[in-house]
């Protein structure tokens, strides 16, 4: 069964550094928030990144996207590119029941909408697929940006399901892979690239949220 993937935000940016609450209400959605929790909803918030993550803690190999932040350039520089796979992100949406506007923030952190980035650690296209995550998720061209688009967010999916809904450690999962999480009791894992990688993909989520909400309605 899917389990249901939200997530409010209660805060006006994501900021680089400084803690993130968050907890999970009884609807499935998570809120988080950079200000410390105070009265009596406080204890319903849990710390989930330090102001300060450890620098010299290294992931496990991962399964899904590669180590990011190493930052490839997006040699497409077309501002059409933001809205040419729409269909395909609306279509993979609705197929595993991911936001659309989670799905657009792992696509700008990771590729920024070019489908031909390559990473320093041989992970391709929009969704920075491994080739054994490509493989594993059905994708015979993960630089054909449909393919790479529904192999991620099926990824993404089993992720979700995985977490049971969770959605800061389904994107962590997603960065730092499985065997991360379960290294710290199946938490968020300190390391320094994974921690900002989930900060930006939020940040993003965060600006695409905002965009979606002013948009006409048809």
């Not at 009596?40 to 932040?69: D, F, Q, V």
């Amino acid at each position: 069964m899917m389990r249901g993937l939200s997530i409010l935000l209660l805060t006006l940016s994501i900021s680089a550094h400084g803690d993130i609450f968050s907890y999970i209400d009884s609807a499935g959605v998570t809120h988080f928030t950079n200000i410390k929790p105070k009265g009596k909803t406080r204890k319903k918030w849990k710390r989930i990144l330090k102001e300060k993550p450890s620098a010299t803690s290294k992931p496990a190999a991962k399964r899904g996207a590669c180590e990011r932040c190493d930052a490839v350039p997006a040699k497409d520089r077309s501002p059409a590119r933001y809205s040419r796979y729409d269909a395909y992100i609306k279509n993979a949406s609705q197929l595993y029941q991911i936001p659309e506007t989670l799905i657009r923030a792992v696509i700008k952190v990771e590729s920024d909408y070019d489908p031909r980035v390559v990473s320093s650690v041989g992970a391709r296209g929009l969704m920075q697929l491994m080739p054994a995550a490509a493989k594993e998720m059905g994708v015979n061209d993960p630089h054909d940006p449909e393919q790479c688009i529904l192999g991620g967010t099926r990824y993404l999916r089993i992720l979700a399901n995985r977490y049971k809904g969770d959605t800061l450690k389904t994107i962590a999962a997603y960065h730092a892979g499985p065997g991360s999480l379960k290294k710290y009791g199946n938490q968020i894992p300190p390391y320094k690239n994974t921690q900002k990688y989930l900060r930006m993909v939020l940040k993003q989520y965060d600006r695409f949220r905002k965009k979606e909400l002013v948009a006409p309605k048809h």
